[in-house]
């Protein structure tokens, strides 16, 4: 937003109250991509769902968000900074009110892509204009607080919703967004509304805006339809993958054309510093929130974890990553972002190493390890990896630049949500198979095993039920391990990608912290 630049910085308690309202605005989006994590498996028995199903509420969210993310520059322009983000605000909180009236799963997902849709503008707005709150010698400041903000909102996400889910019931983590978002567009709108940008009306690209949602949409629904009507072999999924190449081949064909106003600039992916960074930051974060969605489920569908206790082991994530981050923004500018991000990917790396150990018998202490080791990758993850990305670029492609990278991280983390379940299902199925046949096989330890259930008084239907759930037990976690041990390779074979691009220019962090969200 060049013309924002311009305004003078808010000074005194209007510039402490308007970042906290947009801090609030920020921590209520960011919420509602974790808080639904842990509440899936109470929101599946509620509802009728199967946990392959209940990634829907997950993925419906933040495609729709990745999709709003690219308008976020027409619409600026078209209503302005203020009125977007404000009005973004109010319709957040009434779909997030609509989310919690639902009362089938279908319901649920419909509401949820209306609140991933009304979302998508308030990350990069709330950047900007928190921006313009301070004087340009303080960029550095504004964007420590929006980092720290976006960190605690996961740590929050999970421990709330857990708490929520067992003490009251699961459509209260909607519910919860009714007052903080009538607050925070109230405080907005009275602090911003005379530093309004200006306007202006520009045609929108509704033939790529078009193609962008059918193959993206395509994409998405084939992923989370695949597990449950047999992949291809499926006419449905066939369709769905024709469409989405398809649709795929004729995006990039219509937005590389002589388009003046393309939803997103391709042309961006000719600088190395671009592609390589955000394919390393978009693969990384995939496989990251791939992770973040398995691991509640896991321990509340086979651990015997509750939803409270789910969130208590998974909320740790954020210490290292609060504690580190003040350090890493120092550090931009002065240290090869390049290095930073390997750090990132290594210790993630270690993190999903660790998971392997995991088995039946672990107590919290061990399981909590590995996360508390992962929230120091995510302090050197998210604002190197915007540094490599947008270094090298004109200030006037930054928001565009930042904008497309963005769409693309979100749209990977709903992918790799898909992925990493069905990839758990399946190889669950497989282990299952295995132990079974190994049980069924008579032998000796199996039959005394069988024999004891039965002395004990449990009827045949009942044993055998017993040692089904036992086997389901152990190959979930056999499939979950799996998982994790696929995520370490990957996460390791990142860091090649990280150093395709070339170390970032001295204006590089700059650039980040000015634009760091998008439009």
């Not at 067992?166 to 109230?186: E, Q």
């Amino acid at each position: 937003m060049a013309e924002q630049a311009e305004i003078a910085p808010l000074v005194g308690a209007a510039r402490t109250f308007g970042a906290f309202a947009l801090a609030l605005a920020t921590f209520m989006n960011v919420l509602d991509t974790s808080i639904a994590n842990v509440s899936l498996s109470a929101i599946g028995g509620d509802l009728g769902a199967a946990a392959s199903q209940l990634t829907w509420v997950i993925t419906s969210f933040a495609v729709a968000n990745a999709i709003a993310v690219p308008l976020t520059g027409w619409l600026t322009m078209r209503f302005g900074a203020v009125r977007l983000f404000t009005g973004s605000i109010l319709l957040f909180t009434l779909f997030s009110w609509l989310c919690g009236l639902a009362s089938s799963l279908q319901m649920l997902i419909f509401f949820r892509v209306l609140q991933g849709a009304a979302a998508g503008p308030m990350i990069p707005l709330s950047q900007a204009l928190l921006l313009s709150s301070f004087p340009k010698s303080r960029a550095g400041t504004a964007l420590a607080i929006w980092a720290m903000t976006t960190l605690i909102a996961p740590v929050m996400g999970p421990l709330l919703g857990g708490w929520i889910t067992d003490n009251i019931s699961w459509p209260w983590i909607f519910y919860i967004n009714i007052p903080v978002g009538l607050f925070a567009a109230m405080m907005t709108w009275n602090i911003y509304r005379l530093r309004e940008t200006p306007r202006k009306r520009l045609p929108i690209d509704v033939v790529g805006l078009g193609l962008l949602i059918l193959w993206v949409g395509s994409l998405q629904i084939l992923l989370d339809k695949g597990e449950e009507l047999d992949w291809f072999a499926s006419t449905t999924i066939v369709a769905l993958a024709v469409t989405a190449a398809l649709g795929f081949a004729a995006f990039l064909a219509w937005e590389l054309v002589d388009n003046a106003h393309p939803v997103v600039d391709l042309r961006l992916f000719k600088k190395r510093n671009f592609w390589s960074g955000t394919l390393a930051f978009s693969l990384g974060y995939g496989v990251f929130f791939g992770n973040v969605v398995l691991m509640p489920l896991w321990l509340q569908e086979y651990m015997g974890y509750t939803a409270t206790w789910a969130g208590l082991l998974t909320a740790p994530v954020g210490i290292f990553a609060l504690l580190l981050s003040p350090y890493v923004g120092r550090r931009i500018g002065r240290t090869d972002s390049r290095r930073l991000a390997t750090i990132a990917f290594c210790i993630f790396g270690l993190s999903m190493y660790l998971r392997t150990r995991y088995d039946t018998d672990a107590n919290f202490a061990f399981l909590v390890v590995p996360i508390i080791v992962q929230g120091a990758a995510m302090a050197f993850f998210f604002v190197p990896l915007i540094n490599i990305i947008l270094s090298g670029l004109p200030q006037s492609k930054i928001p565009d630049a930042s904008g497309l990278a963005n769409f693309v991280r979100i749209t990977a983390g709903s992918f790799g949500t898909s992925i990493a379940i069905t990839l758990w299902d399946n190889r669950a199925r497989f282990h299952h198979a295995r132990i079974a046949e190994s049980v069924t096989s008579l032998n000796a330890s199996a039959v005394e095993t069988f024999h004891s259930m039965r002395a004990g008084g449990l009827s045949t239907p009942q044993a055998a039920s017993l040692v089904n759930r036992a086997i389901d037990v152990q190959s979930h976690l056999l499939a979950a391990n799996d998982v994790f041990a696929i995520s370490a390779l990957l996460f390791f074979a990142l860091i090649g990608i990280v150093w395709l691009g070339r170390r970032p220019t001295a204006g590089g962090a700059a650039a980040a912290a000015s634009a760091a969200g998008g439009h």
